[in-house]
T-cell receptor
Framework: AQRVTQPEKLLSVFKGAPVELKCNYSYSGSPELFWYVQYSRQRLQLLLRHISRESIKGFTADLNKGETSFHLKKPFAQEEDSAMYYCALSPPWGAQGAQKLVFGQGTRLTINP | DSGVTQTPKHLITATGQRVTLRCSPRSGDLSVYWYQQSLDQGLQFLIHYYNGEERAKGNILERFSAQQFPDLHSELNLSSLELGDSALYFC????????????FGPGTRLLVL
């Protein structure tokens, strides 16, 4: 079964504090993994994908295949990071279902001043 | 705007009715994906078209259908609407049929009364 679990519906931290948004996945193989962000009244946008290993807006995500996790981290939170964050997986190139994204339920991150 | 566009932004209709949601992909993208976002189910993949051809189906009800036209825009038709169909419907696009970042539109908010 393909599943993405984000255990925290809501997460609140103070500005300047470290942030970690948890994501666990279930897939028998090596999926593509993504983090999407949705700022208030805006569309879903890609924040990062594990294959590119980029750091966007100070966020990084480490893939842990043993724990099947892809947690999103930022060392110092900023107020503009307040948004809804979605973790998603896609089966790899050529695998069945590779066309679709399977999303977690999302975590609403609030950064307090 | 060369991004993904969706019309209408909002739609209010009654049970039993039929509506059509429209999506125009980013310039150059051949793939269109439809997703439904509801409070209880989260973001769920509905269907994928690539260059006019249906490529994958997800949790799409039989009352729902879609197509992609020669100019690559896509329409999602929802018929015999029920209260539970109230949701945000997103369209996304990408160039290739799989393995690529999907770019999302702003969504159409459907309310069935």
């Amino acid at each position: 079964a393909q599943r993405v679990t984000q255990p925290e519906k809501l997460l609140s931290v103070f500005k300047g504090a470290p942030v970690e948004l948890k994501c666990n996945y279930s897939y028998s193989g090596s999926p593509e993994l993504f983090w999407y962000v949705q700022y208030s009244r805006q569309r879903l946008q890609l924040l990062l994908r594990h294959i590119s290993r980029e750091s966007i807006k100070g966020f990084t995500a480490d893939l842990n295949k043993g724990e099947t996790s892809f947690h999103l981290k930022k060392p110092f939170a900023q107020e503009e990071d307040s948004a809804m964050y979605y973790c998603a997986l896609s089966p790899p190139w050529g695998a069945q279902g590779a066309q679709k994204l399977v999303f977690g339920q999302g975590t609403r991150l609030t950064i307090n001043p | 705007d060369s991004g993904v566009t969706q019309t209408p932004k909002h739609l209010i209709t009654a049970t039993g009715q039929r509506v059509t949601l429209r999506c125009s992909p980013r310039s150059g993208d051949l793939s269109v994906y439809w997703y439904q976002q509801s409070l209880d189910q989260g973001l769920q993949f509905l269907i994928h078209y690539y260059n006019g051809e249906e490529r994958a189906k997800g949790n799409i009800l039989e009352r729902f259908s879609a197509q992609q036209f020669p100019d690559l825009h896509s329409e999602l038709n929802l018929s015999s609407l029920e209260l539970g169909d109230s949701a945000l419907y997103f369209c996304a696009s990408s160039f290739a049929p799989w393995g690529e970042t999907q770019y999302f539109g702003p969504g159409t908010r459907l309310l069935v009364l």
